[in-house]
Antibody, heavy 124, light 109 residues
Framework: EVQLVQSGAEVKKPGESLKISCKGS????????IAWVRQMPGKGLEWMGI????????RYSPSFQGQVIMSADKSFSTAYLQWNSLKASDSAMYFC?????????????????WGQGTLVTVSS | EFVLTQSPGTLSLSPGERATLSCRAS???????LAWYQQKPGQAPRLLIY???SRATGIPDRFSGSGSGTEYTLTIRRLEPEDFAVYYC??????????FGQGTKLEIK
């Protein structure tokens, strides 16, 4: 069974750093793109970017470029989302999701499996 | 940037009724690469439809998707109590980022 399991909720102060994780199981993690999606409280879904764990190729939404860092370690079947200096406006639920198609050849794809989400709260 | 506009914002219906949700794109969706997701409170989204009209694994056949170009529709015939949720469309065929619509909340009347 394919599963994406995300790390637990975090409470941080503005200016602190944070790295959350998304661990895949039940499939070969490397050859499937992983996406990160933000959902601010009471709001809709925002596509942040994607990473190919096989070679760590990344594509960022212009809205998130320079604000977060995506990384992956295929040997641990885990993708990461990182902030170097959190802001209160980063408070949100963050989901990882798998793109459906095997291989790096395309990322024009829908999300077939989702993680349960990681709630990030940034408050002084 | 590619924009998806969903309507209505909220749809109030009763179980057993038919729901029609709309997703309009600011430009043509390449190869009809349009997906629909369902999200219930406190849960992750779930894939319903991909390629505009293909049902995902395990999705009941009361859910159907249609459309092409810039106009897409998700239809739920004979609403069940568990169908009341928020629905999002997403394009994944045109330029990055692969944006979502703002969502339609389907609520019990």
């Amino acid at each position: 069974e394919v599963q994406l399991v995300q790390s637990g909720a975090e409470v941080k102060k503005p200016g602190e750093s944070l790295k959350i994780s998304c661990k895949g199981s039940g499939y070969n993690f490397g050859p499937y793109w992983i996406a990160w999606v933000r959902q601010m409280p009471g709001k809709g879904l925002e596509w942040m970017g994607i990473i190919y764990p096989g070679d760590s190729d990344t594509r960022y939404s212009p809205s998130f470029q320079g604000q977060v860092i995506m990384s992956a370690d295929k040997s641990f079947s885990t993708a990461y989302l990182q902030w170097n200096s959190l802001k209160a406006s980063d408070s949100a639920m963050y989901f990882c999701a798998r793109l459906a198609t095997y291989g790096s050849g395309t990322y024009s794809d829908y999300f077939d499996y989702w993680g349960q989400g990681t709630l990030v709260t940034v408050s002084s | 940037e590619f924009v998806l506009t969903q309507s209505p914002g909220t749809l109030s219906l009763s179980p057993g009724e038919r729901a029609t949700l709309s997703c309009r794109a600011s430009q043509s969706v390449s190869s009809n690469y349009l997906a629909w997701y369902q999200q219930k409170p406190g849960q992750a989204p779930r894939l319903l439809i991909y390629g505009a009209s293909s049902r995902a694994t395990g999705i009941p056949d009361r859910f159907s998707g249609s459309g092409s170009g810039t106009e897409y529709t998700l239809t739920i015939r004979r609403l069940e109590p568990e169908d009341f949720a928020v629905y999002y469309c997403q394009q994944y065929g045109s330029s990055l980022p692969y944006t979502f619509g703002q969502g339609t909340k389907l609520e019990i009347k």
